[in-house]
């Protein structure tokens, strides 16, 4: 069987992503279309939240994708800091704009769901915090990355930067949990009493399957988009290589 | 299109930004896909000329 590592292979990877992407892209495209249209159009209104129950398609699967884009960053950067593999290193600069774009679609949609669910656009709540502090670290990573022109040096900083950014990403998943103010609701979808069918906790099915596809589809995107993304940085660490040495030669 | 009643404003609101970005996304992804593509092309077919 071959070994993960074989994949750290720039070439090996290409090739790989290569095959993989347009069926990817397809299934990313067709699931989310799925999800947030069977959502939008054809799940009831929520007998508190009215028709901004339609947001939860958009805002969960969104908030979930900018944490775990942050610690697939993490796992990344720890591959590069121990085995020093640069695909890795390069996985986890082209995961950024993603999760990135991802906690803006969170934090927008929850402040336009929270206005008319808490009267406020805003409010300084350990999770509302949290995830504009994660959203600050991966502006800083993005910077980070772009400020320093050796790519082994930007890769080591910008590993440390996100082991320090994942108390953040943690903090945004579990503050609900640490801290029991807020605005914010506790976890409602995957909490253990809703996913063991006690119908005290649970989200209605109603809800819960279209907002599954929906998930689905964000994660389906997220990998498509960091192997194109990280198929680019590849290619353009190769040309900066390349024009080096025509320089020096 | 299903009623949004009172909050039509902040459900569309959502659904726009929200598609508006991934959409800026997913092209900015593609169009900086091709283009380093094409450099690093150049920049090999060079190379081979030059030996």
Redesign the interface.
């Known amino acids: 069987m071959a070994s993960i590592w074989e994949y750290a292979n720039p070439v090996k990877f290409i090739r790989t992503t290569d095959r993989l992407l347009p069926w990817l892209s397809a299934a990313a495209v067709v699931t989310l279309l799925v999800g ?1 249209v069977w959502g ?2 054809f799940t009831p ?1 929520d007998y508190r939240q ?3 129950v ?2 939860i398609y ?2 969960v699967p ?1 908030a979930l994708m900018a944490i775990n884009a942050w610690l697939m960053m993490l796992v990344a950067s720890l591959i590069w800091i121990v085995r020093r593999h640069h695909v890795s290193a390069l996985g986890a600069r082209a995961a950024a ?2 999760g990135a ?1 991802m906690t ?2 969170a934090l ?2 929850g402040a ?2 929270g ?2 669910m808490w009267g406020t656009w805003w409010e300084w709540d350990p999770r509302l915090t949290s995830f504009l502090i994660l959203f600050l670290f991966y502006l800083g990573y993005m910077a980070l990355w772009a400020a320093i022109e050796d790519d082994d040096t930007a890769a080591d900083l910008t590993s440390i930067l996100c082991l320090v950014g994942s108390v953040f990403a943690i903090l945004s998943r579990y503050a609900v949990n640490f801290w029991n103010q807020g605005l914010h609701q506790g976890a409602s979808v995957m909490r253990a009493g809703a996913l063991a069918g006690d119908t005290e906790e649970r989200v209605s099915n109603v809800f819960a399957v279209p907002l599954f596809v929906s998930m689905a589809g964000f994660a389906l ?1 997220f990998i498509a ?1 960091v192997f ?2 990280t ?2 940085e590849i ?2 660490r ?2 900066r290589a ?2 080096a ?2 320089r020096m030669g | 299109m299903p009623d949004l009643g009172k909050y039509a404003d902040v459900v569309l609101s959502s659904y726009a930004v929200s598609i508006l970005l991934i959409v800026a996304l997913v092209g900015v992804s593609f169009w900086r896909a091709r283009r380093v593509k094409a450099e690093l092309d150049r920049v090999e077919t060079r190379g081979t000329r030059r030996g």
């Open positions: 947030l939008f159009f209104d009215g028709s901004t339609k947001i958009l805002h969104a704009p993603v774009v803006v679609i927008v949609t336009l769901w206005q008319p995107l988009l194109l993304r198929q680019t290619r353009a190769r040309t390349l024009m040495r025509e």
